[in-house]
């Protein structure tokens, strides 16, 4: 496992942007398949994107999918997810999590494949 730790949360209007970073305690993130997930107030963690490390390949749930971008620095050290056009529907906490297992088109958004979660941060958006 990996220890993982969310920044870039915060309060901000419906229409603004985010960009969300994640980080490895004390290593890269090479040799892991990343993603992020989000839980809102009485709902199921749902997952957003995903990274796999071997080919850059890269998933996203249909409905975030043109307004959210993940990505990884050149140097493998933070995995981002870039947010546009926020909803107040878009209010959660998101987290990273990680996984050497190899992740698809069918499994990547499945969190029992992750063994490696962060803290989290949050992400409020008002109208």
């Known amino acids: 496992q990996v220890q993982l730790e969310e920044s870039g949360g915060g309060r901000v209007q419906a229409g603004d942007s985010l960009k969300l970073s994640c980080a490895a305690s004390?290593?890269?993130?090479?040799?892991?398949?990343m993603a992020w997930f989000r839980q809102a107030p009485g709902k199921e963690r749902e997952a957003i994107a995903a990274?796999?490390?071997?080919?850059?390949?890269?998933y996203y749930i249909d409905a975030p999918q043109d307004r959210f971008v993940i990505s990884r620095d050149n140097a493998d050290t933070t995995l981002f997810l870039r947010m546009d056009n926020l909803s107040p529907d878009d209010t959660a906490v998101y987290y990273c999590?990680?996984?050497?297992?190899?992740?698809?088109?069918?499994?990547?958004?499945?969190?029992?494949?992750?063994?490696?979660w962060g803290q989290g941060t949050q992400v409020t958006v008002s109208s």
């Open positions: 999590a990680a996984t050497t297992t190899l992740i698809t088109r069918t499994t990547w958004h499945l969190p029992e494949r992750y063994a490696s």
């Open positions: 004390g290593r890269t993130l090479t040799d892991y398949n």
């Open positions: 990274s796999r490390w071997t080919d850059d390949a890269t």
